[in-house]
């Protein structure tokens, strides 16, 4: 089946710096794919919609300075927490797909800012 | 008000015990409904995709059931390693809305 790679898989940064973490689809093509962050014992919350070739689409309340999303090439998207903070800290994930019927996940990047 | 409701939040079984998980929806053009495994740490992984009410999937130890207003997990004489959390997700004109999820464990 498809599969996403997500890296890295764990990073801790002191506060105040900021972290790549990149998302890439190894054997199909994605234009689109998804950011999604999770706290503890929650769900899935959907952050952006990265669209290559084009400005992410951001949910609300999601500040798009703050989680800087490219999407330039239609393997590879990357998500970047600028000046991160303790409150950054999470579980992040990926997921494409050519379809929402046909969707896929990264296996997450948990982010710790100290 | 919350698209997607699962219930119960956490789930503990004894191997063996066979049990049910509920998903409840609120979107009213169900394009699909979505069943994931999360296990600790890990990204979701694909369980099934119910598209109509009345259809039915399984694999495994695992059945998954639609109606028009929810979709039931069944899991039946479950092992210690279906112990994970059970994220249902629904589509309408949207990406994804994905439940809370409901974390299961099964006792040896």
């Known amino acids: 089946g498809a599969v996403v790679s997500q890296h890295p898989s764990r990073v801790i940064c002191k506060s105040g710096t900021s972290v790549k973490i990149e998302c890439r689809s190894l054997?199909?093509?994605?234009?689109?794919m998804f950011w999604y962050r999770q706290f503890p014992k929650k769900s899935l919350m959907l952050m952006a919609t990265s669209n290559e070739g084009s400005k992410a689409t951001y949910e609300q309340g999601v500040e798009k300075d703050k989680f800087l999303i490219n999407h330039a090439s239609l393997t590879l998207s990357t998500l970047t927490v600028t000046s991160a903070h303790p409150e950054d800290s999470s579980f992040y994930i990926c997921?494409?797909?050519?379809?929402?019927?046909?969707?896929?996940f990264g296996s997450g990047t948990q982010l710790s800012v100290l | 008000e919350d698209q997607v409701t699962q219930s119960p939040e956490a789930l503990r079984l004894q191997e063996g015990e066979s049990s049910s998980l509920n998903c409840s929806y609120t979107v009213s053009g169900l394009r699909g409904l979505f069943w994931y495994r999360q296990d600790p740490g890990k990204g979701p992984e694909f369980l099934f995709t119910l598209y109509s009410a009345g259809e039915e999937k399984e694999k495994e130890r695992l059945k998954a059931t639609l109606t028009k207003k929810e979709s039931f997990l069944h899991i039946t004489a479950p092992k210690p390693e279906d112990s994970a959390t059970y994220l249902c997700a629904v589509s309408e004109n949207t990406p994804l809305v994905f439940g809370k999820g409901t974390r299961l464990s099964v006792i040896a």
């Open positions: 997921s494409a797909g050519v379809s929402n019927e046909k969707l896929f």
């Open positions: 054997d199909f093509q994605a234009t689109t």
